[in-house]
């Protein structure tokens, strides 16, 4: 672990008294794809922009390629490429040029041309950069953290308000950066990007890391249950369906009752044994394979989305 | 020295997309000098020539409007972040900002003088020497004066309140619009204090009166300490990041930009060399043989 391509220890940044990163370590290594899964406001942004040597931390060590974002930030901005959120580029700029001025800040740099056709933006090389469409800003901005060839790739939201068709189109690319082993830190708050892209996952809420490991083991951690998420006519307690037939846990969340069982098929019926014998009635029934939102639940009894 | 040319370069191309740009760049500055030309001076080849330096200064103290306007549109939109991730500094992305603008300025400043040549008729343009050194240092000190007046606002709206306030007393006091021998004793005594003073007196001095270098050095020289000066304040209080807060003592580093002309300010107040030039030009257009004419 010692010769991790990121580190991070015990990260502290507070906004006024507001203290937006709690203690947050974890360790990324080469040619891996790294998620920070976490609600708005949870400190994953703030993490990314320390470890980019945008923002001073607080308290805590961190380490970049072998640098302190801090003193050596100058070296530093060769070996990392980012899609930031909330940034843009002048209306007036042109895709191509705007690939060749950032390639020319740096010593390493990558062919724009290729990245072009690579981004699927051959088409679009002379429009301004107020002309493009929201995916085809994104493809740009993942373009554009790539023309120094960077070591690491921080991605942050990369697919935050874009369209469901559109946000696949970006998990094809970060797939197939995946799979050339190129080291990636991205931010999410969506549960399947963190699922189908991240090799290891940290669960970031108000400012702490909740779980990490790998999808799987996280999932496997909170019982690897099948989810059954009711919603009933009438209130019910949740002790009364903790001891129904094969139930490992079960909760109310935001007015319904979210169900971890290990033989769904029993819990079903029994549940709605239960419910008749209460004189109570099932509005809704959703059964779901175990996700990363429940490890979320599970550790804060909130859902994940806002 | 690469990232500060290819950075010009794009700030270059942007303004020429921009039609802002054309409008406030080069519309407004030739729309002014035919006011001034051909209503003010009546097209008379004398008085043209006078008010020939008046108008270069509005054109060249305009700079400092557009900059501060686009260096905190950049900063809103989030753009200056994404050049943080680079290796791109503060100091490139100042110089640029300010080299790009003296190479936009310089060509409405060439039409002004062609026009007042070719179409009015001005015998001579005076001193070129002191003329190219006063329109660099004026770019220069104004841009940066746009480079400070950014890091001082959080919004455009805010950039856009102070930018009037510095604009009026600087076209009003500075003898840019009411020549300085025609302002009262007391706004006289105030417009000394005013760098646009200075800038319009050494372009005046160096277009109408052929004011060499050596003659115009109190102008040029107080010009250019005060370029050095904000545009070191520029790079102190530049902020990248939206989000970022003016430092806590940006008012005193703003205030620090005043300094220079508060001085010389005082001193002309006592010596009133500046302001003694400005009145024998003035009335010289009074006369019926003036040197001008006398070349004849």
């Known amino acids: 672990m010692a010769n991790s391509i990121l580190q991070v220890e015990n990260l502290v940044k507070r906004y006024g008294d507001v203290e937006a990163v709690r203690g947050v370590s974890f360790n990324v290594e080469e040619g891996e794809v790294f998620g920070l899964l976490g609600p708005n406001g949870a400190g994953k942004t703030t993490t990314v922009e320390i470890l980019e040597g945008l923002r001073t931390p607080d308290g805590g060590r961190v380490s970049v390629c072998g640098f302190d974002p801090q003193r050596d930030s100058d070296a530093l901005k060769h070996e990392i490429g980012a899609a930031l959120q909330s940034t843009s580029l002048p209306d007036k700029l042109r895709v191509m040029e705007a690939l060749r001025l950032f390639a020319s800040f740096y010593k390493r740099r990558r062919n724009p041309e290729e990245l072009l056709k690579r981004f699927g933006l051959e088409e679009k090389r002379n429009a301004f950069y107020s002309q493009l469409s929201g995916g085809q800003k994104q493809r740009l901005a993942l373009a554009m953290a790539l023309v120094n060839d960077p070591k690491v790739l921080f991605f942050d939201e990369p697919t935050a308000g874009l369209d469901p068709q559109v946000r696949r189109e970006i998990y094809d690319i970060i797939e197939e950066l995946r799979r050339e082993k190129k080291t990636i830190l991205m931010t999410t708050h969506y549960i399947e990007e963190a699922e189908r892209l991240c090799d290891r996952v940290a669960i970031v809420d108000h400012g702490k890391v909740i779980a990490l490991g790998s999808p799987r083991e996280l999932k496997a951690h909170s019982g690897g249950t099948t989810r059954i998420e009711v919603r009933l006519a009438k209130p019910e307690s949740d002790g009364a369906l903790k001891r129904l037939e094969g139930v490992a846990d079960a909760r109310e969340v935001d007015g319904a009752y979210v169900i971890h069982s290990n033989r769904p098929p029993q819990t079903i019926v029994s549940i709605v044994k239960h419910l008749e014998a209460q004189g109570n009635e099932l509005v809704s029934l959703e059964i779901a394979s175990p996700s990363l939102e429940d490890v979320f639940i599970e550790m804060t009894g909130r859902r994940l989305r806002d | ?296």
């Not at chain 2, 103290?61 to 680079?86: C, D, K, N, P």
Request: glycine fraction near 6%; proline fraction near 5%.
């Open chain 2, 1 to 296: 020295m690469n990232n500060f040319t290819n950075l010009t370069r794009m700030r270059i191309q942007l303004a020429l997309r921009n039609k802002m740009f054309f409008f406030f760049s080069v519309i407004f500055p030739l729309g002014m000098f035919f006011i001034y030309a051909g209503i003010f001076a009546k097209g008379d080849p004398q008085k043209v020539s006078y008010f020939l330096g008046p108008v270069i200064a509005l054109n060249v103290m305009g700079s400092f409007w557009g900059l501060s306007a686009t260096l905190v549109m950049f900063r809103e939109q989030g753009i200056l972040r994404r050049f943080h991730v680079t290796p791109v500094s503060a100091t490139d992305m100042l110089a640029s900002s300010l080299l790009a603008n003296y190479a936009l300025t310089l060509p409405t400043v060439f039409v002004e003088l062609a026009f007042a040549r070719l179409v009015f008729h001005v015998p001579n343009l005076g001193n070129l020497l002191s003329l190219a050194v006063l329109v660099t240092v004026g770019t220069v000190s104004f841009g940066s004066l746009g480079l400070v007046v950014a890091s001082v606002t959080n919004t455009m709206q805010e950039t856009q309140v102070l930018n009037q306030l510095i604009w009026l007393p600087l076209i009003f006091l500075s003898g840019a619009t009411l020549p300085m021998g025609y302002l009262p004793k007391v706004a006289q005594g105030f417009a000394v204090f005013l760098p646009a003073t200075y800038l319009v007196s050494g372009l005046q001095n160096a277009l109408y009166s052929s004011f060499s270098v050596w003659q115009l050095s109190i102008q040029i020289f107080s010009l250019a300490c005060w370029a050095l000066l904000t545009f070191f304040v520029a790079a102190q209080l530049f902020r990248w990041e939206p989000e970022a807060k003016i430092p806590r003592n940006a008012k005193l580093w703003a205030a620090a930009t005043a300094l220079p002309f508060l001085l010389l300010g005082i001193w002309e107040n006592g010596n009133g060399k500046i302001l003694n030039q400005a009145q024998n030009a003035y009335h010289s257009l009074d006369r019926p043989s003036s040197p001008s004419q006398d070349k004849k």
